[in-house]
T-cell receptor, first 110, second 116 residues
Framework: GQQLNQSPQSMFIQEGEDVSMNCTSS?????WLWYKQDPGEGPVLLIA?????ELTSNGRLTAQFGITRKDSFLNISASIPSDVGIYFC??????????FGPGTRLSVLP | DVKVTQSSRYLVKRTGEKVFLECVQD?????MFWYRQDPGLGLRLIYF???????EKGDIPEGYSVSREKKERFSLILESASTNQTSMYLC???????????????FGPGTRLTVT
C-alpha cells in the first residue's frame, strides 16, 4: 500500500530555535493533515491542507501543501518546551482513507 | 470543539478474553475509525464505518470486529484476545467525505491494551 516518509525521524533543538520537518509520498495526495501526539495521548490535529501550494498557519506553526502534491512541510517557529512530542503527517488520495507517516520525534532542550 | 472519548485509558486482559473498546463522539460525524498504533509501525487502520450499522475493513481487520448501532458510538471487539493485540488503540471521527476529498479526522485519547 501507500507509504509516507517523514524526515527527520527525530530531532533535538534548543528552545527558541525554528524547526522544519517534511513528509513525502510516492503518490499524489489531495489532502494533507499534520498532527501532534504527546506521550500516552491521542494525536491532536494541528493543520489541514486541501490545495496544492496552500500555506496555512496556526500560531507558531506553518504548513505547506507541496506543489507536486507528493509532499508537505511543517515549520515551527521559536520552539518552546511544550512543543516536545511526535509530529505525524497524514495524506489522502481520492476516495481513499488517510495514510499516516511514521512520525518525527521532537525534543526541545532548555 | 470536537470531542472523541474512549471508554478506558488502560486495560489489562488475559489471553482468550473477549474485549470491548468503546468510542463516543459528540460532533454528529458520519465517519468513525479504529486504529492501532505500534512503535515503528505507525497508525494502522483496523475498521471504519460511514454510517450506522455499516462497516468496512481497514488494513488489519483480522482478529477484530466492530459494531455501530448508534451514530455517535463505535465499538471495537476483540473476540479472543491474544498477546499480539497488545497495543495502543485509537478511535477517530470525521465528517462524511464530500466527493473525492476527505475531511480531517479527530482522535480520542487512546486505550492502551495489554494482553497477558
Amino acid at each position: 500500500g501507500q507509504q509516507l516518509n517523514q524526515s527527520p525521524q527525530s530531532m533535538f533543538i534548543q528552545e527558541g530555535e525554528d524547526v522544519s520537518m517534511n513528509c513525502t509520498s510516492s503518490s499524489i495526495f489531495n489532502t494533507w493533515l499534520w498532527y501532534k501526539q504527546d506521550p500516552g495521548e491521542g494525536p491532536v490535529l494541528l493543520i489541514a491542507l486541501y490545495k496544492a501550494g496552500e500555506l496555512t498557519s496556526n500560531g507558531r506553526l506553518t504548513a505547506q501543501f507541496g506543489i507536486t502534491r507528493k509532499d508537505s512541510f511543517l515549520n515551527i517557529s521559536a520552539s518552546i518546551p511544550s512543543d516536545v512530542g511526535i509530529y505525524f503527517c497524514a495524506g489522502q488520495n481520492y476516495g481513499q482513507n488517510f495514510v499516516f507517516g511514521p512520525g518525527t520525534r521532537l525534543s526541545v532542550l532548555p | 470543539d470536537v470531542k472523541v472519548t474512549q471508554s478506558s485509558r488502560y486495560l489489562v486482559k488475559r489471553t482468550g478474553e473477549k474485549v470491548f473498546l468503546e468510542c463516543v463522539q459528540d460532533m454528529d460525524h458520519e465517519n468513525m475509525f479504529w486504529y492501532r498504533q505500534d512503535p515503528g509501525l505507525g497508525l494502522r487502520l483496523i475498521y471504519f464505518s460511514y454510517d450506522v450499522k455499516m462497516k468496512e475493513k481497514g488494513d488489519i481487520p483480522e482478529g477484530y470486529s466492530v459494531s455501530r448501532e448508534k451514530k455517535e458510538r463505535f465499538s471495537l471487539i476483540l473476540e479472543s484476545a491474544s498477546t499480539n493485540q497488545t497495543s495502543m488503540y485509537l478511535c477517530a471521527s470525521s465528517l462524511l467525505w464530500q466527493g473525492a476529498s476527505a475531511y480531517e479526522q479527530y482522535f480520542g485519547p487512546g486505550t492502551r491494551l495489554t494482553v497477558t
